[in-house]
């Protein structure tokens, strides 16, 4: 079946260090995939989208790669700051137009200052 | 302003009763979708509407309801038959464009308690 796994430990860094998240999928051939933010009793907020056929994308401090071979995502956030405390959510999305997205557990990021 | 909401916030229900929940926006989105988050754990899919008067179960349709009567509205049913309700209800829009779709915008969410 298919499966999406992120770090469900929480990353814990030091302010102004770069924060890395993983997001893996097993079973799966994803169009794209969606990274979004959730803060706490709140609904996710859309960071940033990356297609199958694109390596990396870059938005401000925000930087994602997709490795379709190694079937996964890394997201980064350079020169973290302690707003971007948060949990991140990684989505994946099939090639069909329904807009289906199948959602990781999510990873805590908290950032030290 | 455009945007996505949901009401109530919080809502408490007895065992044995329906309830519904609200979703309405009005970003002119074709697809709305409705999604259950437990503690710790990522969204999971209950209904999704593509266009009015047509939607699909997701992953766990299994005691819920939905409608789309509106374009602007997609309310979400938590029948009796749901034996675990307790959780926190995200409604969320979209565009539908191929052959990517566009992000999902998502509302501020309803925290349904069974007591």
């Known amino acids: 079946s298919q499966k999406i796994e992120q770090n469900s430990e929480a990353l814990n860094i030091q302010e102004g260090k770069t924060a890395t998240l993983t997001c893996n999928y097993t079973?799966?051939?994803?169009?794209?995939l969606q990274w979004y933010r959730q803060d706490p009793g709140r609904g996710p907020v859309f960071l940033l989208l990356i297609r199958e056929n694109e390596k990396e994308k870059r938005k401000e401090r925000l930087k994602v790669t997709f490795d379709t071979t190694l079937k996964q995502s890394l997201f980064h956030i350079t020169a973290s700051q302690p707003a971007d405390s948060a949990t991140y959510l990684c989505?994946?999305?099939?090639?069909?137009?329904?807009?289906?997205?199948?959602f990781g557990q999510g990873t805590t990021l908290q950032v030290k200052p | 302003d455009g945007g996505i909401t949901q009401s109530p916030k919080y809502l408490f229900r007895k065992e044995g009763q329906n309830v519904t929940l609200s979703c309405e926006q009005n970003l002119n989105h074709d697809a709305m979708y409705w999604y259950r988050q437990d503690p710790g754990q990522g969204l999971r899919l209950i209904y999704y509407s593509q266009i009015v008067n047509d939607f699909q179960k997701g992953d766990i349709a299994e005691g819920y309801s939905v409608s789309r009567e509106k374009k602007e509205s997609f309310p979400l049913t938590v029948t009796s038959a749901q034996k675990n309700p307790t959780a926190f209800y995200l409604c969320?829009?979209?565009?539908?464009?191929?052959?990517?779709?566009?992000?999902?915008?998502f509302g501020p969410g309803t925290r349904l308690t069974v007591l």
């Open positions: 079973n799966y051939s994803p169009a794209y």
């Open positions: 989505a994946l999305a099939g090639s069909s137009n329904t807009g289906k997205l199948i």
């Open positions: 969320a829009s979209s565009t539908v464009t191929y052959p990517t779709n566009d992000e999902q915008f």
